[in-house]
């Protein structure tokens, strides 16, 4: 009997073994590192060796901030970021817009690429505005033109904040970005830490407290120590191209010959982690229960989001018809994937496709 099969890496991987041997460790150094004793004094020096490590391993020269992962970031960057109006592309995660609600939404293409010409007419004549935008999207897998954005944006003496939970590790942080949203659990770090990078402090307020004055709250060591060790064992690339030939040489045809949908084949720039399918005939929430059954844990998108029944406002962003929409799951890869477990998944997904009554296109 074979093992279960867990997919939804995008929702977040599986720790690393370096990472919980680092939490292990940060859980025997128990001061608080804001005490002035001699334990503190070893905490503090723990966090800050952490925190130089993270940095180094994304190659950010600048400040970096630990928060409680990648909502919070977000919410303080917006919050906090010293510049006018607030822009967001429309496919940002949730967190990014339910923590400023008010902020002005930029359209993107049907192939998931901010419309750059809306983003220059938006942030013209604007002073300083704040634009946040995904690196990779987390349910579509696209990646957007960070460095054309960040010229835009810096044209207008903007400020970029790049959301960068799905790419850190994976891929180099975007060069033109002023802030960027790291968040542990999505490269193989804890859960409950992350990161806000900024590359000067005077692009944000302070609020007085931990983290330099920029977050309240005693500072959650083992997480920091976690984070750091997990962005040390990643390396390029990520994972072994090998592992996802499969996509392109089993599945991505079969998808063709059944009727279905690649997404990938319509995106700007897709990005090989993550792959949203439409099967035909059947809806995505009935193929999420067959999959489970089967052994595969995979999702309809958003793991902050899949649990409701409303429509995902990012295919609605891209044009998306509701039919085509609601066929469409996620499947994501991680640092643990293997072939294996890819080749398996493409065959139960043929095999499922067959038996769901499509025909040939």
């Keep these: 009997?074979?093992?279960?099969?867990?997919?939804?890496?995008?929702?977040?991987?599986?720790?690393?073994?370096?990472?919980?041997?680092?939490?292990?460790?940060?859980?025997?150094?128990?001061?608080?590192?804001s005490s002035p004793h001699a334990e503190g004094r070893a905490a503090r020096a723990a966090l800050e060796d952490a925190r130089a490590r993270a940095a180094a391993s994304l190659g950010w020269p600048h400040e970096l901030?630990?928060?409680?992962?990648?909502?919070?970031?977000?919410?303080?960057?917006?919050?906090?970021?010293?510049g006018g109006a607030r822009l967001v592309s429309a496919v940002e995660h949730d967190s990014v817009l339910q923590a400023l609600p008010d902020a002005e939404i930029l359209p993107v293409r049907p192939d998931?690429?901010?419309?750059?010409?809306?983003?220059?007419?938006?942030?013209?004549?604007?002073?300083?505005?704040?634009?946040?935008?995904?690196?990779?999207n987390s349910e579509t897998g696209n990646?957007?033109?960070?460095?054309?954005?960040?010229?835009?944006?810096?044209?207008?003496?903007?400020l970029l904040l790049v959301d960068a939970a799905q790419s850190a590790g994976k891929f180099a942080l975007p060069a033109g970005a002023d802030m960027v949203i790291l968040s542990a659990h999505k490269f193989g770090g804890p859960p409950g830490v992350g990161a806000l990078l900024?590359?000067?402090?005077?692009?944000?307020?302070?609020?007085?407290?931990?983290?330099?004055?920029?977050?309240?709250?005693?500072e959650n060591l083992p997480g920091a120590l976690g984070l750091a060790a997990a962005l040390e064992a990643c390396s390029a690339p990520y994972l072994d191209p090998a592992v996802l030939e499969p996509i392109i040489e089993r599945l991505a045809p079969a998808i063709a010959r059944l009727g279905g949908m690649r997404l990938a084949d319509r995106l700007a720039a897709p990005t090989p982690y993550i792959e949203a399918i439409a099967m035909p005939d059947?809806?995505?929430?009935?193929?999420?229960?067959?999959f489970d059954m089967a052994g595969f844990a995979v999702s309809q998108g958003s793991a902050c989001s899949s649990g409701s029944l409303k429509r995902s406002h990012v295919l609605q962003a891209m044009g998306l018809d509701?039919?085509?929409?609601?066929?469409?799951?996620?499947?994501?890869?991680?640092?643990?994937?293997?072939?294996?477990?890819?080749?398996?998944?493409?065959?139960?997904?043929?095999?499922l496709a067959e038996g769901s009554g499509a025909r040939a296109a």
């Excluded at 009997?1 to 720790?15: G, K, V």
């Excluded at 990646?143 to 903007?158: E, F, K, T």
């Design 1 to 33: 009997m074979h093992l279960r099969i867990y997919l939804d890496h995008a929702a977040t991987t599986p720790i690393r073994p370096e990472a919980a041997a680092a939490v292990a460790e940060g859980m025997g150094k128990w001061a608080n590192p």
């Design 65 to 82: 901030i630990f928060t409680s992962g990648a909502s919070e970031s977000a919410a303080m960057a917006l919050a906090r970021a010293k």
């Design 112 to 136: 998931g690429a901010l419309d750059l010409d809306v983003l220059e007419e938006a942030v013209d004549g604007r002073e300083r505005p704040v634009v946040a935008v995904q690196a990779i």
């Design 143 to 158: 990646g957007q033109d960070l460095d054309a954005i960040a010229r835009i944006v810096h044209s207008a003496d903007g």
């Design 198 to 218: 900024v590359k000067d402090f005077a692009m944000l307020a302070p609020s007085s407290g931990q983290e330099r004055g920029y977050r309240r709250g005693t």
């Design 282 to 290: 059947m809806s995505g929430s009935a193929q999420l229960m067959r």
């Design 322 to 351: 509701d039919e085509l929409a609601g066929r469409i799951i996620r499947v994501s890869f991680g640092w643990s994937t293997t072939r294996e477990e890819v080749e398996r998944f493409c065959d139960s997904w043929i095999a």
